[in-house]
């Protein structure tokens, strides 16, 4: 019994919005109908018996004088004689109101009848098909206001406030991840004014320096021309570098408003444009390079600027740090494209593991500069926007270990 009612609670809460409120409509006017008929049956029975009380028996041919002019009701007692039954000027005082109540309900019952079950119909829909789910809505809606999306929106059934809910649920899901994303750029560009304000310092400092020992000494003539001109060209070093630290910056800045264009690539032209690259870059430092593509479609759903990119990028940094070799494995799944380099130099420090893809990372630098700057920040910006990841991490054998994700 149990199963049955939860099988016609599921049925019912499947069904669209339109069938329910007819069925429900169709139940209330059917038992507004046979309640209608048994109340209207059973009062005008009780008028009947009431009218009998005051009934006054005649014969079939009675012409009696004062019974002419008069008001007359007759009911058939049996084939022959007929009963006279008085007008309600003629009733007691009790039964003529009873009269007029039984007259009252012959005329309004049905009315009254089929308006309570109508209603009671309308009050069965909102209760099984509207109050859930209005109350999920308006409590949802009251927590995006107030900046809350760590929720979730669940209605079960099929109907069209089911659906309904599971297109606020799409909506808070999107909210929520365009809030995250906010927060994020958020942070980067705190991290990103932050790296400015530090690297800008030192040439800023040292300028700041010079300048103040030419404007203190020029004028006594105790500078030599050659000592004037040395403090210039290293003043003009600093200048080229807070020169060059301002294209960088506009180049961070330009990652914010990048958007990805996912297109349909062919993966044979693809995979040899980078096993040109790769080959163009390794053959000036002399590095063996192997590329391995492990890629069964045909076509590949992605940015091809933005996974070019990443891949000079990333192919760029283990040229500079590899010794002997580098090895390059493409993958490709049902919804990832995937690229790992690996190179056999000194890898990863554990400081470098942790913040080497952050704006303007200083390294542990102890074989030549480590150009983390921008160039690790711009890999991982990418590969989040084209909804992937960058991981860093060092190989078993030793040397250093990247690997870009991309959706498709």
Same mark, same amino acid.
């Given at each position: 019994?149990?199963?049955?009612?939860?099988?016609?609670?599921?049925?019912?809460?499947?069904?669209?919005?339109?069938?329910?409120?007819?069925?429900?409509?169709?139940? !209330?006017?059917?038992?507004?109908?046979?309640?209608?008929n048994?109340?209207?049956?059973?009062?005008?029975?009780?008028e009947?018996?009431?009218?009998?009380?005051?009934?006054?028996?005649?014969?079939?041919?009675?012409?009696?004088?004062?019974?002419?002019?008069?008001?007359?009701?007759?009911?058939?007692?049996d084939?022959?004689?007929?009963?006279?039954?008085?007008?309600?000027?003629?009733?007691?005082?009790?039964?003529?109101?009873?009269?007029?109540?039984?007259?009252?309900?012959?005329?309004?019952?049905?009315?009254?009848?089929?308006?309570?079950?109508?209603?009671?119909?309308?009050?069965?829909?909102?209760?099984?098909?509207?109050?859930?789910?209005?109350?999920?809505?308006?409590?949802?809606?009251?927590?995006?206001?107030?900046?809350?999306?760590?929720?979730?929106?669940?209605?079960?059934?099929?109907?069209?406030?089911?659906?309904?809910?599971?297109?606020?649920?799409?909506?808070?899901s999107a909210?929520?991840?365009?809030?995250?994303?906010?927060?994020?750029?958020?942070?980067?560009?705190?991290?990103?004014?932050?790296?400015?304000?530090?690297?800008?310092?030192?040439?800023?400092?040292?300028?700041?320096?010079? !300048?103040?020992?030419?404007?203190?000494?020029?004028?006594?003539?105790?500078?030599?021309? #050659?000592?004037?001109?040395?403090?210039?060209?290293?003043?003009?070093?600093?200048?080229d570098?807070?020169?060059?630290?301002?294209?960088?910056?506009?180049?961070?800045?330009?990652?914010?408003?990048?958007?990805?264009?996912?297109?349909?690539?062919? /993966?044979?032209?693809?995979?040899?444009?980078m096993?040109?690259?790769?080959?163009?870059?390794?053959?000036?430092?002399?590095?063996?390079?192997?590329?391995?593509?492990?890629?069964? !479609?045909?076509?590949?759903?992605i940015?091809?600027?933005?996974?070019?990119?990443?891949?000079?990028?990333?192919?760029?940094?283990?040229v500079?740090?590899?010794r002997?070799?580098?090895?390059?494995?493409? #993958?490709?799944?049902?919804?990832?494209?995937?690229?790992?380099?690996?190179?056999?130099?000194?890898?990863?420090?554990?400081?470098?593991?942790?913040?080497?893809?952050?704006?303007?990372?200083?390294?542990?630098?102890? #074989?030549?500069?480590?150009?983390?700057?921008?160039?690790?920040?711009?890999?991982?910006?990418?590969?989040?926007?084209?909804?992937?990841?960058l /991981?860093?991490?060092?190989?078993?054998?030793?040397g250093?270990?990247?690997?870009?994700?991309f959706?498709?």
């Amino acid at each position: 019994m149990g199963k049955i009612k939860d099988r016609v609670k599921s049925w019912y809460r499947s069904i669209p919005l339109w069938l329910a409120i007819f069925l429900l409509a169709s139940a !209330a006017l059917l038992l507004a109908s046979f309640a209608s008929n048994k109340l209207i049956f059973a009062v005008h029975q009780a008028e009947i018996q009431l009218q009998i009380q005051y009934a006054v028996p005649m014969e079939l041919e009675d012409t009696r004088e004062e019974n002419q002019g008069r008001e007359r009701y007759y009911y058939i007692v049996d084939g022959v004689h007929l009963q006279e039954v008085l007008g309600p000027d003629r009733f007691s005082a009790g039964d003529r109101r009873l009269y007029g109540f039984y007259q009252f309900l012959l005329r309004y019952a049905s009315l009254f009848i089929y308006t309570l079950t109508l209603l009671g119909a309308a009050l069965l829909f909102y209760h099984t098909k509207l109050k859930k789910p209005l109350a999920l809505l308006l409590g949802a809606s009251k927590k995006i206001a107030e900046g809350d999306f760590d929720f979730s929106l669940e209605y079960s059934g099929h109907d069209e406030m089911a659906r309904l809910c599971g297109a606020f649920e799409t909506m808070r899901s999107a909210l929520d991840e365009n809030n995250l994303r906010l927060h994020r750029m958020i942070r980067e560009r705190k991290q990103l004014n932050d790296a400015y304000t530090h690297d800008l310092r030192t040439p800023l400092a040292v300028l700041k320096g010079y !300048a103040g020992i030419l404007r203190r000494f020029l004028p006594t003539g105790q500078f030599s021309r #050659e000592k004037v001109a040395a403090t210039v060209d290293t003043m003009s070093t600093h200048i080229d570098r807070l020169v060059q630290f301002v294209d960088s910056m506009n180049t961070a800045q330009r990652l914010a408003d990048l958007s990805v264009r996912r297109q349909p690539v062919e /993966t044979g032209d693809f995979v040899g444009a980078m096993r040109e690259t790769a080959a163009f870059l390794c053959e000036k430092r002399g590095l063996a390079c192997t590329l391995e593509p492990r890629i069964g !479609a045909q076509t590949l759903n992605i940015d091809p600027s933005a996974v070019t990119q990443v891949y000079e990028n990333l192919l760029s940094n283990a040229v500079r740090f590899a010794r002997e070799r580098i090895l390059v494995e493409l #993958e490709a799944g049902e919804k990832v494209f995937s690229l790992r380099i690996t190179d056999d130099g000194r890898g990863f420090s554990p400081k470098e593991l942790s913040g080497a893809d952050r704006p303007y990372f200083s390294g542990e630098q102890t #074989e030549g500069p480590y150009h983390f700057g921008l160039g690790l920040y711009i890999c991982h910006t990418l590969c989040e926007k084209h909804g992937g990841s960058l /991981t860093l991490a060092n190989a078993p054998g030793g040397g250093a270990c990247v690997t870009a994700v991309f959706s498709l």
